[in-house]
């Protein structure tokens, strides 16, 4: 089971969600206090080696204009076809690929224009569960799609994070 990390705000003004995820992330550094991850301050850490820990899922998927299994493999350029599938499964988009004519093999366009924007993002949680970093950083992952896979999604999301150490609920 992963871990949950709770972010902690000391401060009287409104911060913005997106703005602790820049933070998070190190986009850009504090200019008061500090960010932990474990015990390790946040600026001590290469930001080079902090990506290589970190997945964001963010409510905006971008897509290229690749097929949809090289649009997941993104996650993991190393990834298996099986791995694919797997992971397109866990985000309840496989069934839809697969009714597709060329299936995994479909361009999804520009941006993914042939795409709804709820496909799009569960692409984008299949391309984030074949990546296994340890920290998942999850900012309104399940906006776009219906309740029936906004609850498939977040199943999968709670089910896929027991190789992570943290997941941050933004």
Known sequence: MCMRIQIYIFRRAFYAKKSVIILLMRFWDVNKGDIFIGENSITNIETKNLRKNQTLISQETFLFNETIEDNI???NIKASREQV????????IHDFIESLPKG?????GELGGILSSGEKQRIGLARAFIN???ILILDKPTSNLDTLNEGQILKAINENCEHRREVALV
């Open 104 to 108: 995994y093999e479909t361009r999804v």
């Open 132 to 134: 296994e970093t340890p």
């Open 85 to 92: 599938i797997e992971a397109a499964k866990k985000a309840s």
């Open 73 to 75: 493999k993104m996650g």
